[in-house]
C-alpha cells in the first residue's frame, strides 16, 4: 500500500518513482555465483525511526521497506496486485467477506512462525488503535469504520467490510508486524515511541527480504539479506544480495562525486547532474534513464489551522481563497523548470499528473505565470500595494516565513525562485531550510509554522491518498486532523472519498475523483509547483533489474544479483 508520507528528499530511492523506462535493460541474466556482493546507496537524512506504522516521512518508510510485508503486494512491472504473506483468497458473494489463507513457510527474524494472531494484532492493536497516530487508519476504513478481522486458524484469517471497497486487494499491501514483539508494548501504551532510533537493530523484528544489521547517526545504515526469506527464483532461496548499505550523505553534491567516484551504485538524479554525468555514462561504466514526471508531488502549503500558534492576522491571510490563487499564478514554473532542473522538468497542475495513469485529471485548472492576474485578485481581496510592498485591509504588512529541507538542494532553490516571485506582489518572505526531522515535527507536532514548500509520495490509487485529503486525516495538512469538516469545499471532498472506494465501476470511480482533482486545484489548499524527471544513473553491474514506471529501479530488489564480472 503506497499511503502518502511526507517526501521532503524526493530524489532519495530509487524504488518508489518514475514511470515506464525509456531505455531498455538488457543484462544478462544466466550468470553463475549470482548470491552475494553488496548494493550501496545514499541518503540524505537519517531515519527519523523505524516503526512504519507511525511513519509519515520516507526517510524511515524507505528503510521499513525492506524489512515488513503485507498480505499483498503490487507488481512493480504490471501494477497488478498479487499475494504475498497471503498465498490466496477468495471472497463471497456479496463481495463483504474476504478468507486469506496466509503462508505457512513464513517465518519472522528472530525464528517465530509468522501466524494469523500477526495479522489480527497488526489490523486490531494497532491500525484500528486510536492511540496510534498511524496514517494507515484513514486509508484501512470504509465510511468510518473498520475491517472486522477475525482469526479462523493458524494460517487463516477472514476480513469482514461493512460496505463495498474498490481498492480492497491494493490496501492489504500494508506491513504485518510481530505480535510477540509488540503486544507489550501496545498493552503498555508505549508502542508509539517503540522501535526508535536508538533501538538494537536485532530488537526489530519484520518477515521481508532484508534486516537491520547496523545504524550509524550520520554516517550509514545497514541491511543484510534474511537468510530465511520465504520467497524462492525457480530453485533459488532469495534474497541474492548480501548487504545493501545506505551511506548518509546530506549535501547532494557530495552524492554526486561519489556517485562518480564509484562509491555509490545508483543515484537519483537533479537535471542539473545530466549534462556533468551524461558525457562519462560509458567511461564510468553506468547508465542513465529518464523515466518522465515522478510521482511525487512538490507544493507550497499554508497553515490553516486555527489551533496552532500561527497569528490571527497570518490566519486571516491564509484562509482567503483569492490570496492562495494570487500565490499560485505569481509562481514562475518555466523559469524554475529551466533554472532548476534544467529543462528536465514539468508543471505541475494538481495532486496526480499522467505518470499515475487511469485516474488523472489532465482537465484541471491551470495556474500559468500571470503577476497582473495575482494582483488584481489582491486586489480583490482587499489587499493594497504601496511603495513597493504589500498591505492587508487592517493595513499589516504581508510578510511570513516560508520553510523547506535544507537537505534537498532543488527545492532550496525552488524557494528561493518563489522569494523572488513573491517580492514582486510587495510579499517580504523569511525563507528559512530547515533540518528535515526538525521540519516533520514543525509540521506534524508543533504545528508552529506559517507557508511550507515540501512533498508528498504519489500513486496509482486516489483513495491511498486519503489520509491527506480527509479533513480527519493524519496528513491533511493545512489543517489536520479536525473531527468536522471546516469547510463545504473538504465536506464534499469527504464525501467523495467516501463514495469513491465504495463504487465498484471503474469508471465511475474515475468521475469521482475527477471531481476531487477539479475541486483541489480550484481551492489550492496546496499550491503545486513543478514535477522533476525522474532521472536515474546506475552501474551497469545488475542483474534481473527492470526498471518501471510505477516500481521504479529496485522494486524487486530479492530478485536483483550482482554480475560476477563486475568492478
Same mark, same amino acid.
Given at each position: 500500500?503506497?499511503?502518502?508520507?511526507?517526501?521532503?528528499?524526493?530524489?532519495?530511492?530509487?524504488?518508489?518513482?518514475?514511470?515506464?523506462?525509456?531505455?531498455?535493460?538488457?543484462?544478462p541474466?544466466?550468470?553463475?555465483?549470482?548470491y552475494?556482493?553488496?548494493?550501496?546507496?545514499?541518503?540524505?537524512?537519517?531515519?527519523?525511526? *523505524?516503526?512504519?506504522i507511525?511513519?509519515?516521512?520516507?526517510?524511515?518508510?524507505?528503510?521499513t521497506? *525492506?524489512?515488513?510485508?503485507?498480505?499483498?503486494?503490487?507488481?512493480?512491472?504490471?501494477?497488478?496486485?498479487?499475494?504475498?504473506l497471503?498465498?490466496?483468497w477468495?471472497?463471497?458473494?456479496?463481495?463483504l467477506?474476504?478468507?486469506?489463507?496466509?503462508?505457512?513457510?513464513?517465518?519472522?527474524?528472530?525464528?517465530?512462525? *509468522?501466524?494469523?494472531?500477526?495479522?489480527?494484532?497488526?489490523?486490531?492493536?494497532?491500525?484500528?488503535?486510536?492511540?496510534?497516530?498511524?496514517?494507515?487508519?484513514?486509508?484501512?476504513m470504509v465510511?468510518?469504520?473498520?475491517?472486522?478481522?477475525?482469526?479462523?486458524?493458524?494460517?487463516?484469517?477472514?476480513?469482514?467490510?461493512?460496505?463495498?471497497?474498490?481498492?480492497?486487494?491494493?490496501?492489504?499491501?500494508?506491513?504485518i508486524?510481530?505480535?510477540?514483539?509488540?503486544?507489550?508494548?501496545?498493552?503498555?501504551?508505549?508502542?508509539?515511541?517503540?522501535?526508535?532510533?536508538?533501538?538494537?537493530?536485532?530488537?526489530?523484528?519484520?518477515?521481508?527480504?532484508?534486516?537491520?544489521k547496523?545504524?550509524?547517526?550520520?554516517?550509514?545504515?545497514?541491511?543484510?539479506?534474511?537468510?530465511?526469506?520465504?520467497?524462492?527464483?525457480?530453485?533459488?532461496?532469495?534474497?541474492?544480495?548480501?548487504?545493501?548499505?545506505?551511506?548518509?550523505?546530506?549535501?547532494?553534491?557530495?552524492?554526486?562525486?561519489?556517485?562518480?567516484?564509484g562509491?555509490?551504485?545508483?543515484l537519483?538524479?537533479?537535471?542539473?547532474?545530466?549534462?556533468?554525468?551524461?558525457?562519462r555514462?560509458?567511461?564510468?561504466?553506468?547508465?542513465?534513464?529518464?523515466?518522465?514526471?515522478?510521482?511525487?508531488?512538490?507544493?507550497?502549503?499554508?497553515?490553516?489551522?486555527?489551533?496552532?500558534?500561527i497569528?490571527?492576522?497570518?490566519?486571516?491571510?491564509?484562509?482567503?481563497?483569492?490570496?492562495?490563487?494570487?500565490?499560485?499564478?505569481?509562481?514562475?514554473?518555466?523559469?524554475?523548470?529551466?533554472?532548476?532542473?534544467?529543462?528536465?522538468?514539468?508543471?505541475?497542475?494538481?495532486?496526480?499528473?499522467?505518470?499515475?495513469?487511469?485516474?488523472?485529471?489532465?482537465?484541471?485548472?491551470?495556474?500559468?505565470?500571470?503577476?497582473?492576474?495575482?494582483?488584481?485578485?489582491?486586489?480583490?481581496?482587499?489587499?493594497?500595494?504601496?511603495?513597493?510592498?504589500?498591505?492587508?485591509?487592517?493595513?499589516?504588512?504581508?510578510?511570513?516565513?516560508?520553510?523547506?529541507?535544507?537537505?534537498?538542494?532543488?527545492?532550496?532553490?525552488?524557494?528561493?525562485?518563489?522569494?523572488?516571485?513573491?517580492?514582486?506582489?510587495g510579499?517580504?518572505?523569511?525563507?528559512?531550510?530547515?533540518?528535515?526531522?526538525?521540519?516533520?515535527?514543525?509540521?506534524?507536532?508543533?504545528?508552529?509554522?506559517?507557508?511550507?514548500?515540501?512533498?508528498?509520495?504519489?500513486?496509482?490509487?486516489?483513495?491511498?491518498?486519503?489520509?491527506v485529503?480527509?479533513?480527519?486525516?493524519?496528513?491533511?495538512?493545512?489543517?489536520?486532523?479536525k473531527?468536522?469538516?471546516?469547510?463545504?469545499?473538504?465536506?464534499?471532498?469527504?464525501?467523495?472519498?467516501?463514495?469513491?472506494?465504495?463504487?465498484?465501476?471503474?469508471?465511475?470511480?474515475?468521475?469521482?475523483?475527477?471531481?476531487?482533482?477539479?475541486?483541489?486545484?480550484?481551492?489550492?489548499?496546496?499550491?503545486?509547483?513543478?514535477?522533476?524527471?525522474?532521472?536515474?544513473?546506475?552501474?551497469?553491474k545488475?542483474?534481473?533489474?527492470?526498471?518501471?514506471?510505477?516500481?521504479?529501479?529496485?522494486?524487486?530488489?530479492?530478485?536483483?544479483?550482482?554480475n560476477?564480472?563486475?568492478?
Amino acid at each position: 500500500m503506497r499511503k502518502y508520507c511526507f517526501l521532503f528528499f524526493c530524489l532519495l530511492f530509487l524504488f518508489f518513482t518514475g514511470c515506464p523506462s525509456k531505455k531498455p535493460v538488457e543484462f544478462p541474466q544466466k550468470l553463475k555465483g549470482k548470491y552475494g556482493g553488496r548494493l550501496i546507496l545514499s541518503t540524505t537524512t537519517d531515519p527519523k525511526s *523505524f516503526n512504519s506504522i507511525i511513519a509519515k516521512e520516507t526517510s524511515t518508510t524507505a528503510i521499513t521497506g *525492506f524489512l515488513f510485508e503485507g498480505l499483498t503486494e503490487t507488481d512493480g512491472v504490471t501494477t497488478e496486485v498479487k499475494p504475498c504473506l497471503a498465498k490466496s483468497w477468495k471472497v463471497s458473494k456479496d463481495g463483504l467477506t474476504w478468507t486469506f489463507n496466509l503462508r505457512d513457510d513464513v517465518q519472522w527474524f528472530d525464528g517465530e512462525d *509468522f501466524t494469523a494472531d500477526d495479522v489480527v494484532f497488526t489490523y486490531n492493536k494497532l491500525i484500528y488503535n486510536p492511540d496510534i497516530p498511524t496514517s494507515s487508519r484513514d486509508i484501512l476504513m470504509v465510511g468510518g469504520k473498520p475491517f472486522l478481522v477475525e482469526k479462523i486458524g493458524k494460517d487463516r484469517v477472514q476480513f469482514g467490510l461493512p460496505s463495498p471497497f474498490a481498492p480492497f486487494l491494493r490496501v492489504l499491501t500494508q506491513e504485518i508486524l510481530p505480535k510477540h514483539i509488540l503486544e507489550k508494548a501496545v498493552d503498555e501504551k508505549k508502542f508509539n515511541s517503540t522501535w526508535g532510533i536508538n533501538t538494537a537493530p536485532a530488537e526489530i523484528i519484520g518477515t521481508g527480504p532484508f534486516k537491520l544489521k547496523q545504524y550509524l547517526a550520520g554516517q550509514k545504515i545497514v541491511l543484510e539479506k534474511n537468510p530465511h526469506y520465504w520467497k524462492k527464483k525457480g530453485n533459488d532461496r532469495l534474497p541474492y544480495i548480501d548487504k545493501i548499505i545506505f551511506l548518509i550523505v546530506p549535501d547532494q553534491n557530495s552524492q554526486l562525486l561519489k556517485f562518480q567516484a564509484g562509491k555509490i551504485d545508483a543515484l537519483s538524479l537533479r537535471g542539473q547532474d545530466y549534462a556533468f554525468l551524461k558525457p562519462r555514462e560509458k567511461e564510468k561504466n553506468f547508465s542513465i534513464y529518464n523515466t518522465g514526471p515522478a510521482f511525487g508531488t512538490n507544493f507550497l502549503v499554508f497553515n490553516q489551522n486555527p489551533e496552532s500558534p500561527i497569528s490571527p492576522v497570518k490566519l486571516k491571510w491564509f484562509t482567503n481563497r483569492k490570496f492562495r490563487e494570487a500565490i499560485a499564478y505569481s509562481i514562475d514554473k518555466k523559469s524554475i523548470i529551466a533554472n532548476v532542473l534544467a529543462g528536465f522538468g514539468y508543471p505541475q497542475d494538481g495532486p496526480m499528473n499522467e505518470s499515475c495513469g487511469f485516474f488523472y485529471n489532465p482537465a484541471v485548472k491551470k495556474y500559468r505565470y500571470n503577476l497582473q492576474k495575482a494582483k488584481e485578485l489582491l486586489k480583490e481581496a482587499g489587499f493594497r500595494i504601496h511603495n513597493g510592498f504589500l498591505f492587508d485591509a487592517a493595513g499589516n504588512r504581508v510578510e511570513f516565513s516560508l520553510l523547506t529541507n535544507n537537505d534537498n538542494l532543488e527545492r532550496v532553490n525552488i524557494g528561493n525562485i518563489i522569494s523572488d516571485d513573491l517580492a514582486k506582489l510587495g510579499i517580504k518572505l523569511h525563507f528559512t531550510p530547515l533540518d528535515f526531522n526538525t521540519l516533520v515535527t514543525k509540521l506534524d507536532s508543533s504545528f508552529d509554522w506559517d507557508v511550507a514548500l515540501i512533498g508528498l509520495t504519489g500513486g496509482i490509487e486516489p483513495h491511498n491518498g486519503r489520509n491527506v485529503w480527509a479533513s480527519s486525516g493524519q496528513l491533511h495538512i493545512w489543517n489536520p486532523r479536525k473531527k468536522s469538516p471546516a469547510t463545504n469545499w473538504e465536506r464534499k471532498v469527504d464525501q467523495i472519498f467516501a463514495d469513491g472506494v465504495k463504487e465498484l465501476n471503474r469508471d465511475k470511480r474515475k468521475i469521482l475523483y475527477d471531481r476531487w482533482q477539479e475541486i483541489i486545484n480550484r481551492e489550492l489548499p496546496l499550491i503545486y509547483t513543478v514535477n522533476s524527471a525522474s532521472l536515474y544513473a546506475v552501474r551497469n553491474k545488475f542483474g534481473n533489474l527492470h526498471p518501471t514506471g510505477y516500481g521504479g529501479i529496485f522494486h524487486n530488489i530479492e530478485e536483483i544479483y550482482i554480475n560476477e564480472n563486475s568492478n
